[in-house]
């Protein structure tokens, strides 16, 4: 099992930056594959960013260049800077966890490939 907390969630203006942190315990985390994924209203929950083993990456188009994923493996710990924001980028946003495939490429940002979740944190982004 692994239990996912996630934090840093808040209401920012648009062009502000938030870093939000996903807090991780339980079985092996180095091993493991994180995402950061987002829901807002009405909207399926979709991929934003991933992180591989040996730090490779992965972002959604619309994040591309202003959203960083990385791991701090010391305080098991993923986090998401973003920069830039707009206000499309309002949403629940939640981290997940998964065991990692051989390989890199876009299967990160896909809910179905992740077993483990947090429970959100809310990030309102204003005009």
């Known amino acids: 099992q692994v239990q996912l907390v996630e934090s840093g969630g808040g209401s920012v203006q648009a062009g502000g930056s938030l870093r939000l942190s996903c807090a991780t315990s339980?079985?092996?985390?180095?091993?493991?594959?994180m995402g950061w994924f987002r829901q807002a209203p009405g909207k399926e929950r979709e991929g934003v960013a991933a992180i591989y083993g040996g730090g490779m990456t992965y972002y959604a188009d619309s994040v591309k260049g202003r959203f960083t994923i990385s791991k701090d493996n010391a305080k098991n710990t993923v986090r998401l800077q973003m920069n830039s924001l707009k206000p499309e980028d309002t949403a629940m946003y939640y981290c997940a966890a998964t065991h990692c495939r051989p390989f890199g490429g876009s299967w990160g940002l896909y809910r179905s490939n992740y077993e483990y979740w947090g429970q959100g944190t809310q990030v309102t982004v204003s005009s």
């Open positions: 339980g079985r092996t985390y180095d091993s493991a594959c």
